[in-house]
C-alpha cells in the first residue's frame, strides 16, 4: 500500500504564503502524476494543480494559476504546493493524490478526483481576514 502525508498546513493572514508537502511511502510505486485538491464542508472536492512526475510539467486550476506552484523532489518523492497571496476563499482541508501509471497518458492533465489511486489525509488552510 502507498501512504501519502500532507504537512504544512496551518493558520495564515490574507495575503500570506503558505507551502504544504506531500511525502510518499510504503509500497514502491512509480507515480505517473500528483495533484493537490481541496474540500470546503458540503462541497465537492475541487481541483488545485498536477504534476507529471516525470517530466515536472503542471497544470493549474483557473482560479490558482499564478498565486500557487506545484513542485516535485522525485528523491525524496515528495510533492509541494507553495500558496501565495492567499485570500480567506482559500480556506480549505488541502489533499495531496498520487496517480499510478496504469492508463495514464502523458498527454492528459488530470483534474478529477476519481482519477487518482491514492490520497492523503488532508491538511487544514485557514486564511484570517
Known amino acids: 500500500q502507498v501512504q501519502l502525508v500532507e504537512s504544512g498546513g496551518g493558520l495564515v493572514q490574507a495575503g500570506g504564503s503558505l507551502r504544504l508537502s506531500c511525502a510518499a511511502s510504503g509500497r514502491t510505486i512509480a507515480p505517473h502524476d500528483m495533484g493537490w485538491f481541496r474540500q470546503v464542508p458540503g462541497k465537492e472536492r475541487e481541483f488545485v494543480a498536477t504534476i507529471k512526475w516525470s517530466a515536472g510539467s503542471t497544470y493549474y486550476a483557473a482560479s490558482m494559476k499564478g498565486r500557487f506552484a506545484i513542485s516535485r523532489d522525485n528523491a525524496k518523492a515528495t510533492v509541494y504546493l507553495q500558496m501565495n497571496s492567499l485570500t480567506p476563499d482559500d480556506t480549505a482541508v488541502y489533499y495531496c493524490?498520487?496517480?499510478?501509471?496504469?492508463?495514464?497518458?502523458?498527454?492528459?492533465?488530470?483534474?478529477?478526483?476519481?482519477?487518482?489511486?491514492?490520497w492523503g489525509q488532508g491538511t487544514q488552510v485557514t486564511v484570517s481576514s
Open positions: 493524490a498520487l496517480k499510478g501509471t496504469r492508463f495514464s497518458s502523458s498527454s492528459i492533465y488530470y483534474t478529477r478526483a476519481l482519477e487518482y489511486d491514492y
